[in-house]
């Protein structure tokens, strides 16, 4: 586990920037946490980072999924929180996204972890303070563990 401290939304923004350098076609990062921790804000730094405007990058609640394109790849951006079965994440196909060659982002994927991909990255952020975040990152699967390395040296000065 690499454990993350953000003092402010921007540097939330920079994190997710600096995720992005990471990240690959078919690889899926699973974001859970307190209402209003900032998994939304941690999107628009991992779109800006795939070169896509943060102006785009909203929360997908009602649309449950929004898709951006992204210089290289795009960004598929999921919000589970107001999603009541399985069957809606099944209509939207979700094994297209999941399982396919854009980036996925997922907030609040614990809802239904079952149908999350065995190789992922999941980032915990939690509410320290009034701008005082925690992001616990854990990689699950090869791709996961190799993606939490990649930060590890990314992010150096953390524990
Ligand atoms: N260090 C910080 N990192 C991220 N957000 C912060 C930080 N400090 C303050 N905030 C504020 O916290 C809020 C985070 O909102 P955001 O929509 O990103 O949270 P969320 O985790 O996606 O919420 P939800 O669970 O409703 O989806 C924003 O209003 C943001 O300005
Ligand atoms: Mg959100």
């Not at 454990?3 to 859970?32: F, M, R, W, Y």
């Not at 939304?40 to 649309?63: E, N, Y």
Request: aromatic share 10%; glycine share 12%; hydrophobic share 40%.
């Amino acid at each position: 586990m690499l454990i993350l401290e953000s003092a402010s939304p921007s540097q939330t923004l920079e994190i997710g920037q600096t995720i992005a350098k990471s990240l690959l076609p078919g690889d899926l990062v699973n974001l859970n946490g307190t209402l209003g921790a900032g998994k939304t804000l941690l999107v628009k730094g991992i779109g800006q980072g795939l070169g896509i405007d943060p102006g785009l990058v909203t929360s997908p609640t009602f649309a449950i999924i929004n898709e951006y394109e992204g210089t290289k790849f795009p960004l598929y951006h999921f919000d589970l929180y107001r999603l009541e079965s399985d069957l809606e994440l099944e209509q939207i196909g979700f094994e297209e996204y999941f399982f396919g060659q854009g980036i996925t982002v997922v907030e609040w994927g614990d809802l239904f972890k079952h149908f999350l991909p065995e190789q992922r990255l999941d980032i915990v952020l939690e509410s320290l303070g009034t701008e005082e975040r925690q992001l616990s990152v854990m990689g699950y699967g090869k791709r996961g563990l190799e993606l939490e390395e990649q930060l590890r040296r990314l992010f150096p000065c953390t524990s």
